[in-house]
């Protein structure tokens, strides 16, 4: 790990003066991800701005009906919050089916939001690496890629966001609100992280002298019919090879509306509106759902170690789509 400097904000205006101008600085709340990078000098900041005492941990409700989690409010504090687990069951399970209760007792909505990806060729500096150090090469491409992209990648990443949490904000079309020097924004969750293209080592489109203030949830929750599914290859603590966020509203056994968030598989969460469209005013039945999941992946490419993750993907949608159906 490289020496850096340390300084502590007080307020918001004071972080975002500390980080404007500064491309070497980096923010740091809980440290669950970017402690490790730095460790592994995949990231080497020269200085860090501590934001973790910043008032922005509050989780409570909008004028328009729906639910503001601040983006220092730990993973634990918002899985576990009543309104969350009564209105948002899904973000809850989401929350709950990541790390371990250490790391989401640390970890933060907004450094969660910000955690970048776990592929072993970006933390092991020796090999090439496009979004560790851009131009030279990706050697997942022909490397070992068994938890890699099936989606949305380009020849010079194949990388795959890490996120549960993600996944059920995608689905719930959370927006994230951000503060800079150029004011106030607020991005849509699906539109919050980026796909590689020729730019892989840009994981969002936040600004780097912008702060996460908060992330909002509209009104919709779908309590009733909603199920995350996890595939990984132990049991506890393991990332995703395929992850699924499933919400449904259903009236007379007809569905209304559908959503749907895959993980595992992209460089962000991934989601289809015209095959979720697709399944307005179908019965909920298991064939609707198999022929949803073949529309989704329909683009879907495999690599030598990872083209299981194509079925595999499907299965896990059905299996979402039907457990949601059946709450």
């Known amino acids: 790990m490289n020496a850096f400097a340390y300084t502590r904000a007080a307020d918001v205006a004071t972080a ?17 991800n970017l402690i490790d990078l730095m460790k592994e000098n995949v990231e080497r900041p020269h200085r860090l701005i501590d934001i973790s005492r910043l008032p922005l941990r509050l989780v409570e409700p909008t004028p328009d009906g729906g639910m503001r989690l601040g983006a220092l409010a730990s993973n634990t504090d918002v899985a576990y919050h009543p309104e969350i687990e009564r209105r948002y069951p899904l973000l809850s399970q989401a929350i709950l089916a990541g790390a ?30 496009n979004k560790r150090a851009p131009g030279t090469g990706c ?23 890490p996120s549960d949490m993600c996944m059920a904000l995608a689905a719930l079309d959370a927006v994230v609100h951000v503060t800079g020097a150029g004011g106030d924004r607020a991005i ?85 509106r015209a ?21 989704l992946l329909r683009d879907a490419r495999g690599f030598a170690d990872n083209a299981f993750k194509i079925a595999l993907a499907k299965r896990a949608i059905v299996r979402a789509f039907t457990q949601a159906a059946a709450r």
């Open 100 to 129: 371990s209760p250490q790391l989401r007792n640390m970890a933060s909505i907004g450094g969660n939001l910000m955690q970048r990806t776990r592929c072993a060729y970006f933390y092991d500096t020796a090999t090439s690496c």
């Open 275 to 295: 095959a979720e469209a697709s399944l307005r005013g179908e019965r909920a039945s298991r064939a609707a759902f198999e022929r949803v999941a073949e529309t």
């Open 188 to 272: 849509p969750l699906t539109e919050f992280h980026r796909l590689p293209d020729d730019r892989p080592e840009l994981d969002t489109n936040k600004r780097p002298d912008e702060l996460i203030t908060a992330v909002a949830l509209p009104p919709e929750g779908f309590p009733q019919h909603h199920a995350y599914v996890k595939v990984r290859d132990r049991a506890s603590y393991a990332f995703a090879l395929v992850s699924v966020a499933a919400a449904l509203r259903i009236d007379g056994g007809v569905i209304v509306e559908a959503r749907l968030a895959l993980g595992g598989v992209a460089h962000r969460p991934w989601r289809d």
């Open 139 to 161: 050697s997942a491409v022909t490397g070992f890629n068994r938890y890699h992209a099936i989606l949305g990648m380009s020849e010079h990443c194949i990388a795959v966001h």
């Open 16 to 32: 975002l003066r500390e980080i404007a101008g500064d491309g070497a600085a980096r923010f740091i709340a809980g440290g669950t």
